[in-house]
C-alpha cells in the first residue's frame, strides 16, 4: 500500500469564496470492523454536485494552482451564505460512492474475508486514493466483476430499486418517474421491465423519448410536446399509477403530474366533490435539477402529498430484509440490470479542470464521469 492520499475538499470561507481543492491526507489504519479501500473508481453523481459546488455561482469559477494541484474558486453569493454557515471554514470531502480493491483488513471475520477482494462502498468522501469503510457499507463485487462497472453500486441501484418497494410498501401499483433518460431512469425501466411493473417515462427531448421505448419501455410522454397533459393522463388511465418520483424539484412538474392523475382518476366520477377524488396521490421529489420554487396549481382535491425523498430514509423504512435482498441483486446484475455507462474517465486532478466542470456540472443525459482516483 502506498503512503500517499490524496482526497477532493469543498470549502466554504467567511468571504463568500467556494473552494475546490486536493489536500494530502494520512493513508487510514482499519478498525476492527473496518477495511481499507484502494479506490480505483468513483462516479460523479447530481447528489455529489450538491456537496461539491453548495450555493456557489459556477458561471464565476477560476482555475489556478498546479497542473497536479488544481485549484477551483467560485462566488457564493451572499444571500445564500446563511444556508451554509455550518460548513463555513470545514474542507468536506467529497464523492458518495465508489468501488476499489481491499488492502488492509481489521480483525473481524467479516472484515478479514473481504481482504484482496473488490468491493463497492458508501459513506462519503469517495473522491481520495485509499479510504476506510464498515463492513457494513461495503459490497463484496462477484468474480469478474471490476471496479469501474461497479463503482455506482449504490446510489442509483438502490434509489431505483428503493422506488419500486417504496410503490408496493404504500399500495400503488404503477409508478410516474420524470426526468426518465438518466442513469437511473434508465436502470428503473430495466428493473420495471423485469418485474412486471408498469412506468410512465417523462422526457423532454424526441431523442430520450427515443431511447427509452428502444430499451422496452411502453409508456413515454414528452414534456414539450403541446399533448403533454393529454398523453400524461391517457398513460395515467392505461396504468394507473398514482405514485411519482421527480428529480427535477422546481417547476411545476409535481403539480403537472397530480393533475393528469386526478384527471385520470376522476374521468368516471359523475358526482361532484369540492375535494375531489379520494384515491391518494402521491409525489416524491429526490433531486433540484430546478432549484427554483416549486409550483403547485391546486386543481388536483384534497388527497395527495409531495414530500422530499431520501434514499437512506427510504431504505430505513424498507426494513433489514428488504435491503438485504436489494444489494444482493444490485451484485448479481451490476452488468445487467445496474449497468451504468461513462462517457469520461477523470483522474483526481482532471475533475478540477473548468471545462470538466462545465460538463459534468451540467447533469446532461448521456454525459456522466467517473473519477479514477489512482491515474
Known amino acids: 500500500m502506498s503512503d500517499n492520499n490524496i482526497e477532493l475538499t469543498s470549502t466554504i470561507s467567511e468571504d463568500n469564496k467556494l473552494e475546490l481543492a486536493l489536500r494530502e491526507i494520512e493513508v487510514p489504519q482499519p478498525g476492527e470492523n473496518q477495511v ?10 447530481p447528489s455529489d454536485l450538491g456537496v461539491m459546488f453548495s450555493a456557489a455561482d459556477m458561471k464565476t469559477a477560476s482555475q489556478s494552482g498546479s497542473a497536479d494541484r488544481p485549484v477551483i474558486s467560485a462566488d457564493v453569493p451572499a444571500k445564500f451564505m446563511g444556508a451554509v454557515k455550518k460548513r463555513v471554514g470545514k474542507p468536506i470531502p467529497v464523492g458518495n460512492e465508489g468501488a476499489g480493491t481491499v488492502v488492509a483488513a481489521g480483525s473481524s471475520d467479516a472484515a478479514q474475508r473481504l481482504m484482496g477482494k473488490t468491493v463497492a462502498f458508501i459513506g462519503g468522501g469517495s473522491y481520495r486514493k485509499y479510504l476506510c469503510a464498515n463492513v457494513q457499507s461495503c459490497l463484496e463485487l462477484d468474480s469478474g466483476t471490476t471496479a469501474e462497472e461497479g463503482a455506482s453500486s449504490f446510489v442509483n441501484p438502490l434509489t431505483a ?3 419500486v418497494e417504496t410503490m408496493r410498501a404504500e399500495g ?24 412486471g411493473v408498469d412506468l410512465v417515462n417523462i ?43 421527480d428529480p427535477i424539484g422546481g417547476g411545476r ?9 386526478e384527471a385520470a382518476i376522476s374521468r368516471n366520477i359523475t358526482e361532484y366533490s369540492v375535494y375531489g ?5 402521491q409525489v416524491y421529489i429526490y433531486g433540484g435539477l430546478d432549484r427554483g420554487p416549486i409550483t403547485l396549481n391546486r386543481n388536483f382535491g384534497f388527497a395527495w402529498g409531495v414530500n422530499g425523498y431520501l434514499l437512506f430514509n427510504a431504505l430505513g423504512k424498507l426494513g433489514t430484509e428488504t435491503n438485504i435482498a436489494m444489494r444482493k441483486r444490485v451484485a448479481a446484475e451490476i452488468k445487467t440490470t445496474f449497468a451504468s455507462h461513462y462517457t469520461h474517465e477523470v483522474s483526481l486532478a482532471g475533475a478540477l479542470q473548468l471545462d470538466a466542470i462545465s460538463a459534468y456540472g451540467k447533469m446532461a443525459t448521456g454525459e456522466k464521469y467517473l473519477i479514477k482516483p489512482q491515474s
Open 161 to 163: 430499486l428503493s422506488m
Open 36 to 45: 481499507v479501500i484502494r479506490v480505483e473508481a468513483a462516479p460523479i453523481n
Open 253 to 261: 412538474m409535481a403539480s403537472d403530474i397530480l393533475t393528469c392523475m
Open 203 to 245: 422526457v423532454r427531448k424526441p431523442e430520450q423519448e427515443a431511447l427509452l421505448r428502444d430499451q422496452g419501455a411502453k409508456y413515454v410522454v414528452n414534456s414539450s410536446k403541446d399533448s403533454f397533459m393529454a398523453d400524461l393522463t391517457q398513460a395515467l388511465i392505461d396504468t394507473g399509477a398514482t405514485i411519482a418520483f
Open 172 to 195: 400503488h401499483k404503477a409508478i410516474v418517474h420524470a426526468a426518465a433518460a438518466s442513469n437511473l431512469g434508465q436502470m428503473l425501466n430495466r428493473i420495471c421491465i423485469a418485474d
Open 277 to 281: 377524488s379520494d384515491t391518494y396521490k
